[in-house]
């Protein structure tokens, strides 16, 4: 298991942007990059969804509803993912969780929260 760290969460009026943040300091370097990482969300209610995901050679997949206005990227020497949210809308609002996926199975950050909200 990978442990990971989420931040940037908040409360942003709709239209607004936010930028989501996760480390993994304790991963060696090489580990990491082994790793397909993504950003889940939950709502209240709702299943987990994939909102975005990157591959170890940086090839990404969105949502649907996400596409044009979710930007994933991973920064590998720093052990680090990020999604940048633009053009946030009330559905948006929901807990991000960073995963890392690999052969070993999944490992979850603990959540950040994001309102969306005027």
């Known amino acids: 298991q990978m442990y990971l760290a989420e931040s940037g969460g908040g409360l942003v009026q709709p239209g607004g942007s936010l930028r989501l943040s996760c480390a993994a300091p304790?991963?060696?370097?090489?580990?990491?990059?082994?790793?397909?990482m993504a950003w889940y969300r939950q709502s209240p209610g709702k299943e987990r969804e994939l909102v975005a995901q990157i591959t170890t050679q940086k090839s990404t997949e969105y949502l649907d509803s996400v596409k044009g206005r979710f930007t994933i990227s991973r920064d590998n020497s720093r052990k680090k993912q990020y999604l940048q949210m633009n053009s946030l809308e009330p559905e948006d609002s929901a807990v991000y969780y960073c995963?890392?996926?690999?052969?070993?199975?999944?490992?979850w950050g603990q959540g950040t929260q994001v309102t969306v909200s005027s």
């Open positions: 304790r991963a060696i370097t090489s580990v990491f990059n082994s790793h397909i």
């Open positions: 995963a890392a996926i690999g052969p070993r199975g999944t490992s």
